[in-house]
């Protein structure tokens, strides 16, 4: 039974109120600027922008600074917003192969054609606190080193293989097939591969990351390889219904993973390498990289593999990937629930009562048996 | 129209603002912003999914001799998305379309091109160059 309780209206303003000072902290220190955010916190900004499902960069930034820094908070106000807006419609598929490349690396070949390009990266550093950044004032940067750039085509590595019928075909629909949509229709199962990578690039970052890492350790047969990763900008183009054609908005930033797994083969299918799939808004290289691992993992059915582990189990995967649902969900129970936990107190006494007087019983009845037995 | 979507909104109202007085044009469609629902490719090459949405702001005018401008660009400026639909306009109407290419276009293109050579070569700075170590027990 549902009682209706009003109060707290009082306490929730001030509460809000105070929440406002707070998250301003001292006034004393300059307050953050949004370019400040987006500019200095560029892979906070790509967090919120992929598993709030939405890249607007200013947004993210706003986001994070209403949510004090707190990303999934941040990534629930970008949800919530994205509900005010009209869609205009989808764009045609980005195209990864012509991105401007800021960062490609392959952990398969070591001589592919376009080069290892590193870019901005924390890899290789060695994890020390730089206390030169502590200072007040950063100083002068020091201009990155340039190289005249070779102007050679940077093919996907999983292309390469191809050739040969060693790497696996990426599948291939009609054109004009359906493309499943969560945002349009509820998630059920079973679910393809399509709404599978739509669910896992709007995916919790720590949810995937640890997932995959269950696969490497045993729950789950994989041993990838990273064909490639990839990052840099990439130009999204949209049919204007009322033009007759497409036109270019601009660019985003997105990161891709194609990680390569190696395949025994099955009656159905010959030995070869498969492939599992990541991308992501932004430089979110390991959740990428473990959403291509996760990809993977989900395919087991359709390479006529066995279902051992966790990370394979499409709803357990897919249902508890959103972190917008998930802390919805854990966190309402910090709202009252009264009248829930009144009924259960009355049960858990009426139990306590009945287990006391059975054991009173049992002990009584063990008593008689021993007097009787002397 | 490529070349207006990926101006930023400061360069381009530089670029508007060389062109002086704005013609006289009446709004068919005000500046609006919405979602486009980006699509990836499975593996880079196969089916198309749905990857997540951006912000585009649109808006389509018409001039007094009658040319349509439409503007699509990625984010949420109105005065951008303004000013590319009046730019777009000018450039149909064959009068204006080489004081547009040369005044506007051809800048934005370059301010561009200029930031992406950079972001080349600072790149190509980072390009691995493996060596082998000579073995020493020969």
Redesign the interface.
Known sequence: MYVAVKGGEKAIRNAHQLLTKRRRGDTGVPALTLDQIAEQLAISVARVMGEGSLYDEQLAALAIKQARGDLIEAAFLIRAYRTTLPRFGYSQPIDTGKMLVERRISATYKDLPGGQLLGPTFDYSHRLLDFALAAEADGEIEAPVRRTPIDEPMPRVTDLLDDEGLMEADPVSAEDAPVGDLTREPLSFPADRDLRLQNLARGDEGFLLSLAYSSQRGYGRTHPFTGEIRYGAVEVEFFAEELGFAVSLGTIKVTECQMVNQFQGTAKSSPKFTRGYGLVFGQVERKAMAMSMVDRALRWEELGEEQVAPVQDTEFVMSHSDNIQATGFVEHLKLPHYVDFQAELELVRRMRGEWFAAREAEEKASRNQKEAAE | ??VL??ASPEDLATAYDRLGTPPAYEMVRQP?????????????????????????T?C?VRLESGEAG?S?????HKQKALQAAVIDALWQRADDRERIETEVVAPLAEIRTKA?E???????????D?FTMVRGDN
């Open positions: 129209m490529s979507a990926a609006e912003t919405g979602l486009v629902m980006v699509r990836g490719r499975m593996g880079g090459t196969g089916s198309p999914f749905n990857l997540g949405e951006v912000t585009v649109r389509v439409s699509y660009c990625l984010g949420r992406d950079d972001l080349k070569a600072e790149t190509a700075a980072t390009k691995v493996f």
